[in-house]
């Protein structure tokens, strides 16, 4: 994930936990980012993060997921809080998406999410199989909800994955090639796999 890409694919998440909304909320993305939280630490995110942990422990975050030791969030409900009660300045497209009750709903982050995941299925067969028409790849990613185990996929057609797709695929527009091979197997399980583990 280059520059704030990473916001898409943390927007896509139904919930956080206190830590990522920590780095999330200062503008880092929680897996690349070197801030360490430490109570004795005066960043951003040290303060967020113990801030956080003090109105859970108060009783007013409530609790969707995940266990007493590792509780998850609704990430609306952690940037609201940020921004209510530590007057924290919010990122604009986490803003614009968690800003205030609604604004983000449920439909659309799924969408987003789909959209996320199946751009980086593709992505994965394309580095390793840039022959593959875009056709051919929304076609095969079809079967990609199936192979999913972390976090469900939703199924999306032929010609939604497609759209998806648009811009990304390594071929050039024109006449398909004579005598084209078939093309060989490729195991979404694997490549369910790699994401998962993103």
Request: charged share 25%; no cysteine; glycine share 6%.
């Amino acid at each position: 994930m280059n520059g704030e890409d990473f916001f898409d694919y943390w927007a896509a998440m139904a919930t956080w936990s206190i830590k990522e909304a920590a780095y999330l909320v200062n503008n880092l993305d929680p897996l690349k980012s070197e801030v360490t939280i430490s109570p004795t630490s005066p960043s951003p995110v040290s303060k967020a993060y113990f801030w956080l942990m003090k109105e859970y422990k108060k009783g007013n975050l409530t609790q969707v997921a995940g266990s007493d030791r590792e509780p998850r969030f609704s990430p609306g409900t952690l940037i609201r809080r940020l921004k209510e009660g530590l007057k924290l300045k919010i990122p604009k497209l986490l803003e614009a998406k968690y800003g205030s009750p609604g604004q983000w709903h449920p439909s659309h982050k799924q969408s987003a999410m789909a959209k996320y995941v199946y751009r980086a299925a593709a992505k994965l067969i394309w580095d390793n199989r840039p022959s593959v028409k875009l056709s051919e790849m929304a076609e095969l990613l079809t079967g990609l909800p199936m192979h999913k185990t972390n976090v469900a996929l939703p199924t999306r057609s032929h010609v939604t994955i497609r759209n998806y797709l648009k811009g990304m695929s390594p071929n050039k527009a024109g006449r398909p090639q004579k005598h084209q091979q078939e093309l060989p197997p490729i195991d979404l399980a694997a490549i369910a796999k790699k994401l998962d583990e993103k």
